[in-house]
């Protein structure tokens, strides 16, 4: 089960039901002690509806340790609180915890000292960039040393970004060492009190004759990883000859671990130059070697780390991920995050924690400066206006250099923003494999029909003035189509310093359609500082201050304004008098 929402009173029930409505897939149960133990192994997060003591009271046999214990969060019945008890980091019951309380309009109460002093927890960034704590039990230490000193000291021989207070150091002198070395000499003495992450970054090459057993396979693999000085922690995939992919020793193995097997034609494997050929090998599968080419073949590297090792039945190469393979060991990826109106109380929970979590944030600077709380610690990437292009390909350059980007877009990244020239770049790059996720965010559609009544209440049509993408000709023809059709029409873009006539041409177009008494609302810098609103008239309209920061709502023939409102009628009323 994925998550569990436990309550006791009626009122919980309530307060359940609702928190169920954002979480389709979670399951509601009365609390029963006995329930809460069948259920500890196998889910992901518990939701508790009543006080924190009865919870500690309940869950206190069954905890174990931060690796394995789930995510725990406690409610009170009103919802106004939402408490982080258990697993903060590694379960996800802080995100959670965050992301509920967002939902709710509820207070997050976050206790772990890496959140309440605002920096990044160890064992998070360590996960999030898929490197392997090798000794959970010095964690604590270093934790607390990062806390009091405001700088964690790491060495690293991987090429990444670090977060703000990471300082990158000689290996003696480091708390943290991000290798796939198993150990360092120039460490000496203080390896005892160092810690390891280990990056997934070595491919074993396996080539292994017919029935050769997994505890052969991985007595081999383990020897000639140790006798190398490599980590067998690091290893992320074996690669081998087709012939032997479905091998049930080397199947075992591979399972036994969570490791994937990536198989290559014997064709494929001879392609490879450089390495030590065997008449044996050939004559059994017509490929000169195996293990050696298919460890580089599958790693993208140009040599290997380990030649071929013979252990019995079994041959070993190892290989570290290189080039557009290494994507495997640290993918990156973007969010296209749509901001809204700018403001963070706009800003949806999900949206906030694409922004922390991604290591670069590109945007158009005015949008950035709205959002400081946000990017503290972040690579930004700023630039001004009809740079959109600019920033998006400096987006998926970075994440195809293996980090997390957000590119920010003011109000929704799919209305005339950068989610489409995100992916338009990324086709060009043929990056099909980079993963890209859309969040959206408030239009400014939205946000002016809210401030402005009920405009949108039936069909509309959006349309931009700025003729800087699209020919003139083209916008005239949708401005009268839309006119004609008598739809609600958005103006997006109305006017600027170099483009003053083109909001007065669209308003003539839609003047032979309408009536010069046609609600008109006009709404400039909505849901900021500097808002102002002006409900007017098709005729009047020319007379307010327009310009880029500026959206236009031009009501239908069934529009009105009532009480400073501007309706547009969707016909309920008019139904209902029919049915009586």
């Not at 087709?242 to 591979?254: R, Y």
Request: charged share 25%.
């Amino acid at each position: 089960m994925s998550i569990a929402i436990i309550y006791i009173t009626n009122k919980g029930l309530c307060l359940a039901q609702k928190i169920k409505g954002f979480y389709p897939d979670a399951e509601m149960l009365k609390f029963n002690a006995e329930t809460v133990e069948n259920l500890w192994q196998d889910t992901k997060t518990f939701v508790f509806i009543m006080a924190s003591g009865i919870v500690v009271r309940t869950i206190a046999p069954f905890i174990k340790n931060k690796r394995t214990d789930p995510a725990v969060i406690v409610l009170d019945e009103t919802g106004n609180y939402a408490v982080s008890l258990l697993s903060g980091h590694s379960g996800g019951a802080n995100k959670f915890t965050r992301e509920l309380a967002g939902y709710l309009g509820a207070e997050a109460v976050i206790t772990t000292a890496s959140d309440t002093n605002n920096m990044p927890s160890i064992d998070i960034w360590a996960a999030e960039n898929n490197l392997l704590i090798e000794d959970w039990d010095k964690l604590p230490q270093i934790a607390v040393r990062f806390l009091n000193d405001g700088t964690l000291r790491l060495y690293s021989e991987i090429d990444m970004p670090f977060p703000e207070g990471f300082l990158n150091v000689a290996p003696n002198s480091a708390d943290l060492l991000i290798t796939n070395k198993k150990s360092i000499k120039e460490c000496g003495c203080r390896a005892k009190e160092q810690l390891y992450l280990r990056p997934k970054n070595l491919v074993v090459g396996i080539g292994c004759n017919s029935g050769t057993t997994i505890d052969e396979i991985e007595s081999a693999v383990w020897e000639v990883a140790e006798e190398n000085n490599l980590s067998f922690i690091s290893v992320c995939a074996v690669a081998t000859i087709d012939l032997k992919a479905k091998e049930p020793g080397l199947v075992g193995f591979a399972k036994k671990y969570g490791l994937p097997v990536h198989s290559f034609r014997a064709d494929e494997l001879n392609s490879v130059k450089g390495v030590k050929k065997s008449k044996t090998v050939f004559k059994a599968t017509g490929a000169h070697a195996v293990s050696e080419p298919a460890a580089l073949l599958f790693s993208g590297a140009d040599s290997l780390l380990v030649k071929k090792q013979k252990r019995g039945n079994v041959t070993v190469a190892i290989a570290q991920l290189s080039g557009k393979q290494a994507r495997l060991f640290r993918p990156g990826e973007v969010f296209v995050v749509g901001t809204g109106p700018g403001g963070i109380e706009h800003i949806t929970p999900y949206a906030q924690n694409a922004i922390r979590k991604a290591d670069a944030v590109v945007g158009y600077d005015t949008y950035l400066e709205l959002i400081p709380q946000l990017l503290r610690g972040k690579e930004i990437h700023s630039t001004g206006m009809t740079k959109e292009t600019e920033r998006c390909r400096k987006a998926v350059e970075l994440a195809l250099e293996g980090k997390k980007v957000a590119v920010i877009s003011g109000g929704d990244p799919g209305i005339y923003a950068m989610a489409g020239l995100t992916l338009e770049i990324l086709k060009e790059k043929n990056a099909a494999d980079l993963p890209v996720e859309i969040i959206p965010g408030i239009s400014a559609l939205n946000a002016c029909a809210s401030r402005l009544g009920a405009p949108l209440m039936h069909d509309f049509a959006c349309i931009s003035l700025s003729d800087r993408l699209t020919d003139w000709g083209l916008i005239e023809k949708r401005l009268e189509s839309a006119a004609a059709s008598d739809f609600v029409i958005v103006l997006y873009n109305p006017k600027s310093r170099g483009r003053v006539e083109h909001i007065n041409v669209a308003r003539d177009i839609i003047m032979k359609h309408r009536t010069p008494n046609t609600p008109v609302g006009i709404v400039k810098a909505a849901m900021r500082p500097d808002e102002s609103i002006a409900i007017t008239n098709l005729k009047d309209m020319l007379s307010h201050d327009i310009d880029m920061q500026t959206t236009v709502i031009i009501g239908n023939s069934k529009t009105l304004v009532w009480n400073n409102r501007i309706i547009t009628p969707r016909g309920y009323e008019s139904k209902l008098k029919q049915t009586r």
